[in-house]
């Protein structure tokens, strides 16, 4: 049985993972969401499908939102989770090294921390990974940037939320 290859992680936030041309993606052309409560969080998961503008090449980025609050409130789920406006409150940015490793996700990535009334938000980003496939829709029959999104989601929620069934 053949060993099934990870897409590659490519670390520049905005850069594209073909031709690495320097914040070239163009803002999301199409957006897949999850969005569940766990042990004690509300996480939210993205999946956004952007273009290169110097190659026109397709790619795709995960973004992983975690607030240890089952019970958020409407308004930061509206203003944190489902608005593309700038976030208000105090963010850092750092880089996280979790001391675990999951299949296809480098050993460590960059994380926003944002300060609000219902608690800090982690906003965890992987990719831009490439994207090879001709069509862009999620009912195109090869589905592989949906499954690896959800398995990078699910996976790494895992790991974050039991760090706080643990009380870290």
């Known amino acids: 049985m053949s060993q099934k290859r990870e897409p590659e992680y490519y670390s520049g936030d905005g850069d594209c993972p073909h031709c690495h041309a320097?914040?070239?993606l163009e803002y999301p052309v199409?957006?897949?969401v999850v969005h569940w409560v766990v042990d004690g969080c509300?996480?939210?998961g993205v999946l956004d499908f952007r273009r290169c503008?110097?190659?026109?090449?397709s790619s795709y980025c995960v973004a992983l939102d975690i607030i240890r609050n089952p019970n958020v409130?409407?308004?930061l789920t509206q203003e944190y989770f489902w608005s593309n406006k700038p976030r208000q409150g105090h963010t850092t940015v750092s880089t996280i090294s979790p001391g675990w490793?999951?299949?296809?996700l480098p050993t460590e990535w960059r994380v926003y921390q944002t300060e609000t009334l219902d608690g800090v938000i982690e906003r965890h980003f992987f990719g831009p990974f490439p994207?090879?496939?001709k069509l862009w829709s999620p009912s195109d029959s090869s589905k592989e940037p949906w499954k690896h999104a959800l398995?990078?989601?699910?996976?790494v929620t895992k790991r974050l939320t039991r760090r706080t069934r643990r009380g870290h």
């Open 22 to 24: 320097i914040d070239a």
């Open 151 to 155: 398995r990078i989601i699910c996976r």
């Open 73 to 75: 409130s409407d308004e």
């Open 131 to 133: 994207d090879d496939r």
């Open 42 to 44: 509300t996480v939210h």
């Open 101 to 104: 490793k999951i299949r296809g």
């Open 53 to 57: 503008e110097a190659c026109r090449q």
């Open 30 to 32: 199409d957006k897949g």
